[in-house]
C-alpha cells in the first residue's frame, strides 16, 4: 500500500512539471480574422529622395493603417501576453514599428521576431485598436510587390 | 467522481484551443514598390528644393529633405590665352562660371569655384544591383570662332578630384575620372552604381598645342545620363 501510494506521488509530480514547462512554453495564434486594413497596398517609396555617397540610403518605406480585433475570448479572465510577430520572410529582412490608440503597446522589430504588445488580464472577448504600421524593406529586395504576413500570438501566464 | 469531472473539465478545454487554433488568422498585406525609379545629372550649377538650411549652411541639401528639381542653366567653363603663350604647349587653366561649390549631397564645401565644375548624380532603381547607369559627353568636332576658325576639342582635358575625397573614406578613385575630349564624337565620362549619390569635381585644361587666329572660340558639349 506504502509503494502503491509513493508511485502515485511521483506519477503526480512528473504530470506537474510537465504540464507547467507547457503552459510558459505555448503560445497560440491569435484570431485576427475581424481586423480590417484600411490600405491593403502598401506603397513603399525611397525613405529620402535621394540616395547617400555610401552604401545607405537604400531603404523603402510604406505606411498603412489597420484596425486590428483580435479574439481573446479562450482567455477571458485570465492574464495573458499579446505579442506582435513578424516571421521571417521574403523579400527578406523586414523592419516593422507601429503606433497605437493606446490599447496596446507601440514598438518595432525586425522579421524573424515578436514584439510584446499588451500583457495583463484579458477582460473583455475582443481586443481593439487602430495601429499604424510603417514598414521598411531595403529597395534592392523590392523588385515587386511582395505580401508580407504578421499574426498576433498568446502566451497564456 | 470528482476526477470524472476533472478529465471531462481539461478534454473541454483542450477543444476549445484546437478550435481556436483552426481559425486563427495571419494577417497579410503587400508591399509594393511605387516610382521606384529616377535617375539626376546635375554638371555645373543645380537645384535642389525643400528644406534651405543644409546642416547649417543655408543650401538645400538632400540631408535637409531636400529634392532635386530641374535646372536649365548651361554653364561655360573658358580661358583667355595671352598672345605670348598662344600654341607654346603649356597648358592654360580653364576657370568656369558655375557657382556650385557645395554638393547637394550633404551641403559640403567639395568644388573650389571658379577653378572647378561640379558633376554628380544618382540613378534609383529596386532590385538587386543592376549594371551602372553610363554618363556620356557628345562632343563636336570643334571650338568655332565664327569666321571659320578651329579649335580642336581634344585640346581639352580635365582632372578630377574633390575635396575630402580619399582611397580611404572610399571616395577615390573618383566616379567621374579625369580625361581628354574626342573631336567629335560620343564618349563615355563616369558611370553610377544604382541607389548612390556620385560626384566629382574637374579642372578644365586647354593644352594649347596649336596656334590659331584670334579671336573667340566656342563648341557646346552635351551631358547625357543613361539607365539600365
New interface residues.
Given amino acids: 500500500m506504502s509503494t502503491v501510494q509513493r508511485s502515485t506521488f511521483f506519477l503526480s509530480l512528473a504530470f506537474g512539471i510537465i504540464w507547467a514547462a507547457a503552459a510558459h512554453a505555448k503560445s ?6 475581424g ?1 480590417v ?1 484600411i490600405e ?7 525613405k ?8 545607405g ?2 531603404l ?1 518605406v ?1 505606411t ?1 493603417t ?1 484596425r486590428v480585433r483580435i ?1 481573446v475570448m ?1 482567455w477571458l479572465k485570465h492574464s495573458g501576453r499579446i505579442y506582435l510577430a513578424l516571421p521571417a520572410q521574403q523579400p527578406g529582412p523586414i523592419s516593422l514599428s507601429w503606433t497605437t490608440q493606446g490599447r496596446f503597446l507601440p514598438g518595432q522589430l525586425v522579421s524573424g521576431n515578436r514584439v510584446l504588445v499588451y500583457a495583463g488580464p484579458i477582460t473583455t472577448p475582443f481586443m481593439e485598436d487602430t495601429l499604424t ?1 510603417q ?1 521598411s ?1 531595403a ?13 498576433f500570438e498568446m502566451d497564456e501566464e | 467522481m470528482r476526477c470524472s469531472l476533472d478529465w471531462l473539465h481539461r478534454a473541454s478545454l483542450g477543444a ?2 484546437l478550435a ?2 483552426g ?14 525609379e ?1 535617375v ?1 545629372l546635375q554638371v555645373g550649377n543645380g537645384t535642389f528644393a525643400g528644406n534651405t538650411n543644409c546642416m547649417g549652411s543655408g543650401s538645400d541639401c ?1 540631408s535637409s ?4 528639381v530641374n535646372n536649365a542653366t548651361v554653364n561655360s567653363v573658358s580661358v583667355t590665352v595671352a598672345t605670348a603663350a598662344v600654341g607654346n604647349g603649356t597648358a592654360q587653366a580653364m576657370t568656369t562660371n558655375s557657382t556650385q561649390a557645395d554638393s ?3 551641403g559640403y564645401a567639395y568644388c573650389t569655384v571658379p577653378a572647378q565644375l561640379y558633376i554628380g548624380g ?1 540613378y ?6 543592376t549594371a551602372a547607369a553610363k554618363v556620356t559627353a557628345t562632343v563636336p568636332a570643334a571650338l568655332t570662332n565664327g569666321t571659320g576658325g578651329t579649335i580642336k576639342f581634344s585640346q581639352i582635358s580635365w582632372t578630377s578630384s574633390g575635396n575630402g575625397d580619399t582611397t580611404a573614406n ?2 577615390l578613385p573618383e566616379i567621374f575620372p579625369g580625361g581628354t575630349f574626342v573631336s567629335g564624337g560620343t564618349q563615355t565620362v563616369g558611370s553610377m552604381a544604382s ?5 566629382s569635381c574637374w579642372n578644365f585644361s586647354y593644352l594649347n598645342t596649336s596656334v590659331p587666329g584670334a579671336g573667340t572660340y566656342t563648341g557646346s558639349v552635351l551631358y547625357t545620363m543613361t539607365s539600365p
Fill in positions: 497560440m495564434t491569435v484570431d485576427d480574422s481586423s486594413t491593403p497596398t502598401v506603397l513603399m517609396r525611397w529620402t529622395a535621394v540616395p547617400t555617397r555610401t552604401a540610403g537604400k523603402m510604406g498603412t489597420i479574439n479562450p504600421f514598414f524593406v529597395g534592392t529586395l523590392m523588385q515587386r510587390a511582395v505580401p508580407v504576413t504578421y499574426h | 476549445v484551443f481556436v487554433a481559425s486563427a488568422a495571419a494577417y497579410t498585406v503587400t508591399l509594393t514598390p511605387a516610382s521606384p529616377a539626376y538632400y529633405g531636400g529634392t532635386p547637394f549631397w550633404d544618382f534609383r532603381t529596386t532590385g538587386a544591383a572610399g571616395f541607389n548612390t549619390w556620385n560626384e
